[in-house]
């Protein structure tokens, strides 16, 4: 009994000596990188409340002006219509893909998420160049009708319509996954009792899609309200482009850390607000059983529809860019447009983005370990700042980058250095989300048993964990490549001199209205960030969903197997 008072006492004194964190069970090469990576994507939120409290009355004589309440009200109005009609648009374009026979049912399910491999930028100066005032379309029929002049697409109509086109897969793709999994023993109870088509849709269906629509509503709107490039070229009075413009042009630093703060808080707000939303409901079944794939239902004499639906959507966002991008590439090289410095942006955009991807994924693996390994509140005390920085606007970071680098990392200012930490803070959580869902896959008994054969933590992390999570490493890794290609406040603000990307290569050409400038690298950059989105998406939808029951039809076969988003 002595001896095991003493052992007790023994490991008690231990545990005393040990780090805070390490009696939680965390070791320090997990916990340390973790904290330092929290630590630094809390960087921009810090600096903008010290920035914004240094700017004393001058802060204040910015944000109690009027125009403020202005932006205020331009901003909630542009993300909510933008929300709301790429739900609409969603909507029925997922169920189409999922849950009906459409023919090539599997193509369309890509090409109707390729619209997120066009910039906002890219979807707004061929929106411009084609149904502009003095656009393509004006020009096609004014010797037809006489028209010689189309109403004005810039201010809040063009953006409204530019950041839906190009907004709305983020909807379509988490409603797709929850609609090609609901049971439809449910539907078929409430039709059973008496309910139409509609009222199940209605009264059933449409409470379970509630937490898909609202993870599609939030990053749907998170990136509304962040968007630079479509609101700057279309001339709408956004946050972001006032922002941008007071920092630019009015050399104002405090008034623009002060509209910066303003615009984190709104999107805080809407962060706060997408949580109540959801509230403490649930969704998944409370009766044992097993559930079935629901039917796949029978278009009939609508199938013409559905595919005039799906192709319409499809020429509206990827064939009108293209066709414009085309007509211009064209012109351009009929006037001898040298192409050196493009394919010198695309080696940058490129060699960048693949960075950051690396950087990224190498950087999530101590988070995401911490986060399912070792689950508790220094978990959360360490996640909640990469979400903060996540939802902060990349104008707001690039912004307050830039004045922490003059500042205190003068050495790395206006370096590539700089560059990579402001993707690393914007697209970390891309990345973590990725590797985590992959790592609560992996049972932790497999890497026990490799412990137990005498292999060392480092080579069992190499030699069996790192391989089970691959498909999260690609799968985040792409991510991440696909959103700093696309990328703009943070390129323009943080980017070394004279290191164009594809992306600043597209915004000063279309500043200054010279289209044809802006073809080649917008047509570069659709292609560098689609072929790779174009193939995971690829891989990622089921063989074929020939073998679900088809509403009406006799045959009963096995659904293929295969992850479905």
């Given at each position: 009994?002595?001896?095991?008072?003493?052992?007790?006492?023994?490991?008690?004194?231990?545990?005393?000596?040990?780090?805070?964190?390490?009696?939680?069970?965390?070791?320090?090469?997990?916990?340390?990188?973790?904290?330092?990576?929290?630590?630094?994507?809390?960087?921009?939120?810090?600096?903008?409340?010290?920035?914004?409290?240094?700017?004393?009355?001058?802060?204040?004589?910015?944000?109690?002006?009027?125009?403020?309440?202005?932006?205020?009200?331009?901003?909630?109005?542009?993300?909510?219509?933008?929300?709301?009609?790429?739900?609409?648009?969603?909507?029925?374009?997922?169920?189409?893909?999922?849950?009906?026979?459409?023919?090539?049912?599997?193509?369309?399910?890509?090409?109707?998420?390729?619209?997120?491999?066009?910039?906002?930028?890219?979807?707004?100066?061929?929106?411009?160049?084609?149904?502009?005032?003095?656009?393509?379309?004006?020009?096609?029929?004014?010797?037809?009708?006489?028209?010689?002049?189309?109403?004005?697409?810039?201010?809040?109509?063009?953006?409204?319509?530019?950041?839906?086109?190009?907004?709305?897969?983020?909807?379509?793709?988490?409603?797709?996954?929850?609609?090609?999994?609901?049971?439809?023993?449910?539907?078929?109870?409430?039709?059973?009792?008496?309910?139409?088509?509609?009222?199940?849709?209605?009264?059933?269906?449409?409470?379970?899609?509630?937490?898909?629509?609202?993870?599609?509503?939030?990053?749907?709107?998170?990136?509304?309200?962040?968007?630079?490039?479509?609101?700057?070229?279309?001339?709408?009075?956004?946050?972001?482009?006032?922002?941008?413009?007071?920092?630019?042009?009015?050399?104002?630093?405090?008034?623009?850390?002060?509209?910066?703060?303003?615009?984190?808080?709104?999107?805080?707000?809407?962060?706060?607000?997408?949580?109540?939303?959801?509230?403490?409901?649930?969704?998944?079944?409370?009766?044992?059983?097993?559930?079935?794939?629901?039917?796949?239902?029978?278009?009939?004499?609508?199938?013409?529809?559905?595919?005039?639906?799906?192709?319409?959507?499809?020429?509206?966002?990827?064939?009108?860019?293209?066709?414009?991008?085309?007509?211009?590439?064209?012109?351009?090289?009929?006037?001898?447009?040298?192409?050196?410095?493009?394919?010198r942006a695309a080696w940058h955009s490129t060699s960048v983005s693949l960075l950051a991807a690396a950087l990224s994924v190498?950087?999530?693996?101590?988070?995401?370990?911490?986060?399912?390994?070792?689950?508790?509140?220094?978990?959360r005390l360490v996640e909640f700042p990469l979400w903060v920085s996540y939802a902060l606007p990349g104008i707001v970071t690039?912004?307050?980058?830039?004045?922490?680098?003059?500042?205190?990392?003068?050495?790395?200012?206006?370096?590539?250095?700089?560059?990579?930490?402001?993707?690393?803070?914007?697209?970390?959580?891309?990345?973590?989300?990725?590797?985590?869902?992959?790592?609560?896959?992996?049972?932790?008994?497999?890497?026990?048993?490799?412990?137990?054969?005498?292999?060392?933590?480092?080579?069992?992390?190499?030699?069996?964990?790192?391989?089970?999570?691959?498909?999260?490493?690609?799968?985040?890794?792409?991510?991440?490549?696909?959103?700093?290609?696309?990328?703009?406040?943070?390129?323009?603000?943080?980017?070394?001199?004279?290191?164009?990307?594809?992306?600043?290569?597209?915004?000063?050409?279309?500043?200054?209205?010279?289209?044809?400038?802006?073809?080649?690298?917008?047509?570069?950059?659709?292609?560098?960030?689609?072929?790779?989105?174009?193939?995971?998406?690829?891989?990622?939808?089921?063989?074929?969903?020939?073998?679900?029951?088809?509403?009406?039809?006799?045959?009963?076969?096995?659904?293929?197997?295969?992850?479905?988003?």
């Amino acid at each position: 009994m002595a001896i095991g008072i003493g052992k007790a006492q023994a490991r008690t004194k231990q545990a005393r000596r040990r780090p805070w964190y390490g009696r939680l069970g965390a070791p320090t090469l997990i916990v340390a990188p973790a904290g330092s990576l929290a630590a630094l994507s809390l960087i921009p939120l810090v600096y903008l409340v010290v920035r914004a409290l240094g700017g004393g009355e001058q802060t204040l004589a910015t944000l109690w002006r009027g125009r403020t309440l202005d932006l205020i009200q331009n901003t909630l109005v542009l993300t909510a219509a933008v929300t709301g009609c790429s739900a609409v648009l969603s909507l029925p374009l997922a169920w189409l893909t999922t849950r009906t026979d459409l023919p090539a049912r599997r193509l369309w399910s890509v090409v109707a998420a390729m619209p997120l491999a066009v910039p906002s930028y890219v979807g707004a100066f061929t929106v411009v160049a084609a149904f502009g005032p003095r656009g393509a379309l004006q020009r096609l029929l004014q010797p037809l009708f006489g028209v010689e002049r189309l109403p004005e697409i810039y201010g809040f109509t063009g953006a409204w319509l530019v950041l839906t086109l190009y907004t709305y897969p983020y909807m379509y793709l988490s409603l797709r996954g929850v609609i090609g999994s609901l049971d439809p023993a449910l539907e078929e109870a409430a039709r059973s009792l008496g309910h139409g088509p509609w009222s199940t849709f209605l009264r059933i269906t449409l409470p379970q899609l509630r937490p898909a629509m609202a993870s599609g509503a939030l990053l749907t709107a998170l990136y509304v309200v962040s968007d630079f490039g479509a609101v700057s070229l279309l001339n709408y009075d956004a946050f972001t482009r006032v922002i941008y413009n007071q920092y630019r042009l009015a050399f104002d630093r405090s008034g623009a850390a002060g509209l910066a703060l303003v615009l984190a808080t709104l999107t805080l707000v809407i962060v706060g607000v997408d949580r109540a939303w959801r509230g403490p409901h649930r969704y998944h079944r409370s009766s044992s059983g097993a559930s079935r794939p629901p039917r796949r239902v029978r278009l009939g004499r609508w199938t013409p529809v559905g595919l005039a639906y799906c192709g319409g959507l499809a020429l509206l966002t990827l064939g009108t860019p293209l066709a414009v991008i085309g007509y211009w590439v064209v012109q351009a090289l009929q006037s001898g447009n040298p192409l050196a410095l493009t394919w010198r942006a695309a080696w940058h955009s490129t060699s960048v983005s693949l960075l950051a991807a690396a950087l990224s994924v190498a950087a999530a693996f101590p988070i995401a370990v911490l986060l399912v390994r070792y689950s508790g509140w220094v978990g959360r005390l360490v996640e909640f700042p990469l979400w903060v920085s996540y939802a902060l606007p990349g104008i707001v970071t690039a912004l307050a980058l830039v004045s922490f680098g003059a500042r205190y990392l003068s050495p790395l200012y206006q370096t590539l250095a700089m560059l990579l930490l402001a993707y690393l803070i914007r697209f970390l959580p891309e990345a973590v989300g990725s590797v985590r869902a992959s790592l609560l896959q992996v049972s932790p008994h497999v890497e026990e048993a490799a412990r137990s054969l005498g292999h060392s933590p480092l080579r069992v992390w190499l030699r069996v964990t790192a391989p089970l999570l691959w498909p999260g490493i690609t799968s985040g890794g792409a991510l991440v490549f696909l959103t700093t290609m696309k990328e703009l406040p943070a390129t323009l603000l943080l980017s070394p001199i004279g290191y164009e990307t594809l992306a600043t290569e597209v915004w000063n050409a279309t500043r200054e209205l010279f289209w044809s400038h802006a073809a080649l690298p917008a047509f570069l950059l659709f292609l560098v960030a689609a072929l790779p989105m174009a193939i995971l998406l690829w891989r990622q939808q089921p063989t074929e969903w020939a073998g679900t029951p088809v509403s009406g039809g006799g045959e009963r076969q096995t659904r293929a197997t295969g992850s479905n988003w």
